[in-house]
């Protein structure tokens, strides 16, 4: 079976010429590039596409649509940002708990609470980070 590269970068003469003409549409969806093709196809499709564009409900959907996955975005990139820090804090607390520290010294030097501390310690690690338990006393 052959594989066939779809960009409309290759010469007419590789692929069919309406596929071609398809995919140079695709890359510049305009009244001008609709109106060079010979293809029925494509003029059909362009209408359909001015259409969609023309419509209001259809442009309301599609921003609504977009602010969604922003948000989405954001709230997850928050949540990794406090994932990151969470661990960081717990990185340092067993560090500092296998250097002789005790919790209220840890809590006191990182001004976190001593249930924080004490919670951050008894965690079990992430397999993935490498980290040790800490192994309260």
Do not use: C
Request: no cysteine; aromatic share 8%; hydrophobic share 30%.
């Amino acid at each position: 079976m052959q594989e066939l590269n779809l960009t409309s970068r290759f010469l007419f003469d590789e692929v069919p010429r309406e596929l071609a003409e398809f995919l140079h549409y695709l890359e510049e969806t305009t009244d001008e590039r609709a109106a060079s093709t010979n293809s029925q196809r494509i003029k059909r499709i362009h209408r359909r596409v001015r259409k969609v564009r023309l419509s209001e409900e259809v442009g309301v959907k599609y921003m609504q649509a977009w602010e969604e996955k922003y948000y989405e975005r954001e709230e997850g990139k928050e949540e990794g940002r406090e994932e990151g820090a969470r661990n960081k804090l717990r990185e340092l607390a067993i560090k500092k708990y296998h250097k002789g520290m005790s919790v209220e010294e840890i809590a006191d030097w990182t001004e976190e609470s001593p249930e924080l501390i004490r919670q951050l310690l008894e965690e079990k690690p992430d397999p993935a980070s490498g980290q040790e338990p800490g192994e309260i006393r």
